[in-house]
């Protein structure tokens, strides 16, 4: 068995009149965040890591913001598209841990949901997904609720 890790990492500002998706769930809050997707951070680092640890670029390259096609596109689609095209190296993902930097909204009662939401559009197990919440003590653009980021670290397998 052949194993490779990979890393991500995504930040995205909030803004007003934006819908917040994280882990490809809708949060209920006052801003949202900005992108020509649906901006949701902790996929778009998931989709990262799966990418660079398959050795197949990033995200941007696989799906640019510049394409008219991934226009508010649900990054749900786009983690399935990516599942996809590590396999077409032989690739499926063993493990993910991800870690999301917000202030607000509080993140642990989401947690659960994501994991589901995450493991069936891969088709893993949620044990196999972590994801954990943390705040920047409200230090920089994060602690000062201007944005929100997400590192995500995975092991991917193939026979």
Known sequence: MKIR???????????????????????EHTKGL???????????????????????????YHFPDTGSEFKNIDSKILLKDTIALIATKGYKVGNIDATVCAERPKLKAHIPMMQETLAQVMGVDV?????????????????????????ATVLIERD
């Open 5 to 27: 890790v990979g890393f991500g990492f995504d930040v995205h500002q909030l803004v007003e009149e934006r819908e917040l998706w994280l882990g490809g769930i809708l949060l």
């Open 34 to 60: 900005l992108g020509h997707s649906d901006a949701d951070v902790l996929i778009h680092a998931i989709c990262d890591a799966l990418l660079g640890a398959a050795n197949m670029r990033d995200i941007g």
């Open 127 to 151: 044990d196999d997904i972590s994801i954990k919440a943390t705040t920047t003590e409200k230090l920089g653009f994060t602690g000062r609720e201007e944005g929100i980021s997400a590192y």
